[in-house]
């Protein structure tokens, strides 16, 4: 059987396929791709395209970048007679397809599309293809010469490409999707007082939410590093014991550690409570979260908002929302009082 395509156009296939797997965070999808598919078929501009035809929105990027940024509300005015495109909206056929297969030049320079865009950037022809992502939500990705010289070759290359860009992309928006509710997760555990480690194998840390290893290393005299707990609390974390429930004690407080075991991992929940009644009880009235009574409480040792951020590994901006939300709680005008709360409290019991 005669080969469709020469070994070295396989050769930058299988590369182009693999370069665009590298990509891991859904906003530098398109600038990442493009530069991939510009090696694949050489154009003089690239563009991907993300059209939102229920809410007549649209948003492209070109490689290379446009000295100037086309009118998206013209742009979405023109593109009803695009025939590639409607192609694709007519039959959902995503192949690769060129302005030339449907339209001669006298034709093409008739259509609005090239008055009020391709014109301006030069397009003699384009050669592109769409990926339906929901029912009125398309992917586009075009290239563009200023000559009709696309060729049958250029067509196959896309063709066998469309497939792993549609996963690439799929792939994205699940790790996107993941990791998003990832930090949900946690936002929820750390605003509730609670923390989490996750181990694997012998006992690895794979995940431990910010601050959690901090507070077991302040019960335990074996340091927390390395990717590994102390040697005492991974023997109880791996064993197949019946009590799932581990405290450990200490003068002021206690640390209590709840294990969840799963197939090929173990879960520890991690939260601590003070023993004597303090400013933190006291508190209650004003329905703080947990992680509300550690800010407050960092207030009143004189701490800005980035030394609290990075105490609790989390960002500044973080911190700076929650002080807001304390100060309207409190219902003090700013920090310097609401740390006189604390500390007044603090000198009442101590």
């Known amino acids: 059987m005669k080969k469709s395509l020469p070994d070295a156009d396989y050769q930058l296939l299988l590369s182009c396929i693999e370069g665009i797997h590298e990509c891991r965070r859904?906003?530098?999808?398109?600038?990442?791709?493009?530069?991939?598919?510009?090696?694949?078929?050489?154009?003089?501009?690239?563009?991907?395209?993300e059209i939102d035809f229920s809410r007549g929105r649209a948003i492209?990027?070109?490689?290379?970048?446009?000295?100037?940024?086309?009118?998206?509300?013209?742009?979405?005015?023109?593109?009803?007679?695009?025939?590639?495109l409607n192609y694709f909206k007519q039959t959902g056929d995503g192949q690769a397809l060129k302005i030339s297969d449907f339209l001669g030049v006298a034709d093409y320079h008739r259509l609005a599309v090239y008055r009020d865009v391709y014109k301006n950037t030069k397009a003699e022809d384009?050669?592109?293809?769409?990926?339906?992502?929901?029912?009125?939500?398309?992917?586009?990705?075009?290239?563009?010469?200023?000559?009709?010289?696309?060729?049958?070759?250029d067509r196959v290359l896309l063709n066998l490409i469309r497939p792993h860009l549609i996963q690439a992309y799929v792939h994205l928006e699940e790790l996107a999707g993941h990791e998003e509710?990832?930090?949900?997760?946690?936002?929820?555990?750390?605003e509730n007082g609670l923390g989490l480690v996750i181990l694997r194998g012998r006992g690895r840390i794979v995940h431990a939410t910010p601050g959690v290893l901090?507070?077991?290393?302040?019960?335990?005299?074996?340091?927390?590093?390395?990717?590994?707990?102390?040697?005492?609390?991974?023997?109880?974390?791996?064993?197949?014991?019946?009590?799932?429930?581990?405290?450990?004690?200490?003068e002021s407080a206690r640390l209590t550690i709840r294990r969840v075991c799963q197939p090929n991992s173990r879960l520890l929940l991690v939260s601590e409570k003070n023993h004597h009644v303090g400013a933190r009880q006291q508190l209650a009235r004003f329905c703080l979260?947990?992680?509300?009574?550690?800010?407050?409480?960092?207030?009143?040792?004189?701490?800005?908002?980035?030394?609290?951020?990075?105490?609790?590994?989390?960002?500044p901006g973080t911190i700076k929302v929650h002080v807001e939300r304390l100060l309207r709680k409190l219902k003090v005008p700013n920090r310097i009082a609401a740390s006189s709360i604390w500390q007044n409290l603090e000198n009442e019991n101590s």
């Open 214 to 250: 901090d507070r077991i290393a302040g019960y335990y005299a074996t340091p927390v590093g390395g990717g590994r707990l102390p040697p005492a609390l991974t023997r109880w974390a791996l064993g197949n014991g019946k009590t799932d429930r581990l405290v450990v004690e200490r």
């Open 181 to 190: 509710l990832q930090r949900d997760l946690q936002t929820a555990l750390t």
């Open 26 to 49: 859904m906003q530098d999808f398109p600038r990442h791709v493009l530069k991939h598919l510009r090696r694949l078929v050489p154009c003089q501009l690239a563009c991907y395209a």
């Open 289 to 315: 979260t947990p992680r509300e009574h550690e800010v407050l409480r960092r207030l009143a040792k004189g701490e800005s908002n980035a030394q609290i951020a990075k105490h609790l590994g989390v960002s």
């Open 60 to 84: 492209n990027v070109f490689d290379p970048p446009l000295p100037f940024d086309p009118p998206v509300d013209q742009w979405m005015k023109s593109i009803h007679d695009h025939p590639v």
């Open 126 to 153: 384009q050669f592109g293809f769409g990926v339906q992502v929901e029912s009125k939500f398309v992917l586009g990705f075009a290239f563009d010469r200023g000559e009709r010289s696309f060729t049958e070759r």
